[in-house]
């Protein structure tokens, strides 16, 4: 439970608890000051490995936290894109699909085989994650007047991004699901 106060654990937590203030700003028209919010809520990502390998905070709570922490922003903040239209159906069932069997894979493991498991992302995953990050950003200029949805350029590189983003999401799936039997039957420990 100590493990929970350690710095890069705290960041972790706050980035779960900025979602809900965020997405209400956004939602009554404070656009700067959710923009705000939402730039120290990404942060916290960027900070919390960071200080987790610096100060030698490193956890098995924050391993399974962060990536936690990622999946419920990047849902949370999807759903409300995708409940305003501003997100494809496509790739916001990528996104729902990934995350939910992440999520859910957790306490299956933990909590109802007992398996204690490792966490190590590799490249591409964590590009999957920034790059979600990076759509969020493009897409909040949206929201901004007047509204810059309109522009080609915008739209190609909201285009090139999303188009990227769900392949990567597609690869991360496919790799995960075999992973997570592996892990479940016993026959490998990490997910990667």
């Known amino acids: 439970m100590k493990d929970l106060l350690l710095i890069p654990n705290i960041l972790t937590i706050s980035r779960i608890l900025l979602i809900a203030p965020s ?3 956004l939602d009554i028209g404070k656009i700067y000051i ?10 916290t990502d960027f900070f919390d490995g960071y200080l987790a390998r610096k100060l030698e905070q490193t956890s098995f709570i924050g ?7 990622d999946k419920i922003v990047v849902l949370s903040f999807f759903t409300y894109l995708f409940l305003l239209h501003k997100v ?6 990528l996104i729902l699909i990934r995350d939910i069997a992440q999520l859910t894979s957790i ?3 933990i ?14 995953p964590k590009w999957g994650t920034a790059l979600n990050f990076i759509l969020l950003g493009i897409i909040s200029f949206q929201f901004f007047k ?3 949805s309109e522009n080609f350029i915008y739209n190609l590189a909201l285009n090139i991004v999303m188009i990227i983003s769900g392949l990567i999401e597609i690869y991360i799936l496919v790799t995960f699901i075999p992973r997570f039997y592996q ?4 026959t490998h420990d990490t997910f990667e």
């Open 63 to 69: 391993a399974i936290l962060d990536p936690i922490s």
């Open 107 to 109: 306490p299956v493991l």
């Open 111 to 124: 909590f109802w085989k007992k398996i204690i498991f490792k966490v190590k992302p590799k490249l591409i």
């Open 88 to 93: 494809h159906i496509i790739y916001f069932l």
């Open 34 to 43: 959710a923009s705000v919010i939402i730039t120290i809520l990404f942060l």
């Open 23 to 25: 997405l209400y700003l």
């Open 146 to 148: 007047p509204p810059i």
């Open 183 to 186: 892990i479940y039957k016993g």
